[in-house]
């Protein structure tokens, strides 16, 4: 259970901030509600005061009848200064949606209202979520607003593509889900000093005080997301159905956790967090030789891009049908780059490749991939069931380690969760084979 301060910032996606809180309080956490004066021309306060069970404040001259406290702590006999005693007590403070002034506003430090002032007073973690139009989103000053905050230590849940509040416009700029956004503060809570995880994961109250610790401060990740395309001619391509989203996640939650970032993104449309060195790629040659060149120095791969196993030679030009009643295309074999990377591995280096398996094979069938490939882990993940794996926002996973050392398992389950947990999960299991060595 852990407090969780909510800002809430003027912008349609305000709505799903109500989602949120749904999920939190039936997560067992307590929310309070900071809203920007904007925000309230979207949602009114009477609906976040009903579903966090506290008022919802937007005002620093307003008086909190809840003197600063959480729906699960006792009223304080004194009247405290309102918004300085709720980020005293709150373990994160999560802004979502953020909007671009609030997120500039962040940037420059002011303090100009009640979300504000309390974001700049607050020394609990800061994880915020961005909603705008693309255009905005896009624009140089606000990812160098983002940019900043990210280096001062805040969390950025990065926002997803798709259709926009704006009729007929679609582009990066939409709110992440309610569960992402609630995965991303257990994430933070789970992994900042004072705030001791419980024995099921789940972040301890009282962790307010500092920023998630750097595990992988200096370390150099190197991860390839999405699906190659092998063209078939000068207009058709052989691919698959991966968006990307596993690889996006890990890149981002190694570079939370300090990590000097590459990403070898083949044919991914979403963005890649600010921070991430970026090579866009789009066959499996092309992944080869943009990993070829990366791995040297990289500490960690995390080979997450689905890689097609074969490839047609391309037909110059467009193939017509000229009256053909059949086409056969003659595939060769591509080289399998994760084992040749493998095979010219130094000492230090952890290897981590993916295996999308159907049904009950996959176990054996990715414990075979992790000694024929030459790596330290597998992630397996069952492609047989709905709603996980390639093109969604969550997954379910099986961490397959060749460590055997105590208090090491040789396979993690890790159950179905927002990819970003997910990716925190492998992150960890990578930790724990570089402690080994
Ligand atoms: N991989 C790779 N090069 C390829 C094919 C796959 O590096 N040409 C990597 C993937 O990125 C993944 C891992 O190998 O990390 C497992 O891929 P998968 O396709 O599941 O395994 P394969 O060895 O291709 O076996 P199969 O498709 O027969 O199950």
């Given at each position: 259970?852990?407090?969780?301060l ?7 996606a305000?709505y ?13 956490h ?6 920007t ?11 976040f ?6 008022p ?10 809840m003197?600063?406290a ?28 953020a909007?671009?002034?609030?997120i500039?506003?962040?940037a ?8 504000t002032?309390?974001a700049l ?6 994880v ?10 896009e624009h140089?000053?606000?990812?160098a607003?983002?940019a ?22 679609h ?17 933070v ?7 001791a ?27 390839t ?6 063209p ?20 981002t ?13 083949a044919?991914?449309a ?7 060195r ?15 060149q ?10 997450a ?7 047609p030679?391309?037909?110059a030009g ?7 009643d059949?086409l ?30 159907h ?10 991939k ?5 790596v ?12 996980i ?49």
């Amino acid at each position: 259970m852990a407090r969780i301060l909510l800002g809430v910032s003027g912008g349609i996606a305000a709505y799903k901030a109500l989602e949120l809180i749904r999920l939190a309080t039936g997560a067992g956490h307590a929310v309070r509600v900071i809203q920007t004066p904007t925000s309230r021309r979207f949602v009114g306060a009477a609906s976040f005061a009903a579903l966090s069970g506290a008022p919802a404040l937007s005002s620093e001259f307003s008086r909190d009848p809840m003197r600063g406290a959480f729906p699960d702590q006792p009223l304080p006999s004194h009247e405290p200064i309102g918004h300085l005693e709720l980020v005293a007590n709150a373990d994160v403070l999560l802004i979502a949606p953020a909007s671009a002034n609030t997120i500039a506003k962040l940037a420059g430090g002011h303090a100009e209202n009640l979300l504000t002032s309390a974001a700049l007073a607050a020394d609990c973690p800061l994880v915020i979520a961005p909603a705008m139009n693309n255009r905005m989103y896009e624009h140089a000053a606000t990812q160098a607003n983002i940019a900043t905050l990210r280096e001062r230590g805040a969390t950025i849940v990065e926002p997803g593509s798709g259709r926009l509040a704006s009729k007929g416009e679609h582009g990066v700029g939409r709110l992440a889900e309610p569960a992402e956004l609630l995965a991303a503060c257990e994430r933070v809570l789970a992994t900042s000093p004072g705030s001791a995880a419980d024995a099921n994961g789940a972040a301890a109250p009282g962790g307010n005080g500092a920023h998630a610790v750097k595990l992988l401060a200096g370390v150099r990740v190197l991860v390839t997301a999405g699906g190659t395309r092998e063209p078939i001619d000068s207009v058709r391509y052989i691919g698959n159905s991966s968006s990307g989203r596993m690889g996006l996640a890990l890149a981002t939650v190694a570079l939370e956790r300090g990590a000097e970032v590459t990403l070898v993104a083949a044919n991914v449309a979403l963005p890649s967090a600010a921070g991430v060195r970026r090579v866009d790629v789009r066959t499996a040659a092309e992944l080869q030789r943009a990993c070829e060149q990366e791995f040297e120095r990289c500490d960690v791969l995390l080979m997450a891009a689905a890689v097609a196993d074969f490839a047609p030679a391309p037909a110059a030009g467009k193939i017509k049908k000229d009256g053909r009643d059949r086409l056969e295309l003659v595939l060769e074999p591509t080289a399998d780059v994760i084992s040749g990377l493998a095979g010219h591995r130094h000492a230090g280096q952890t290897l981590v490749a993916f295996a999308a398996e159907h049904g009950a094979d996959g176990l054996q069938s990715a414990r075979g991939k992790l000694a024929a490939k030459g790596v330290d882990a597998v992630v397996l993940n069952d492609i047989s069931r709905d709603g996980i794996g390639f093109d969604s926002t969550e997954n379910e996973v099986t961490i397959l380690t060749a460590a055997s050392g105590v208090g090491t398992p040789a396979e993690r389950h890790v159950a179905r969760a927002a990819k970003e947990q997910i990716a925190a999960e492998i992150l960890d299991a990578v930790e724990d084979l570089r402690a080994l060595g």
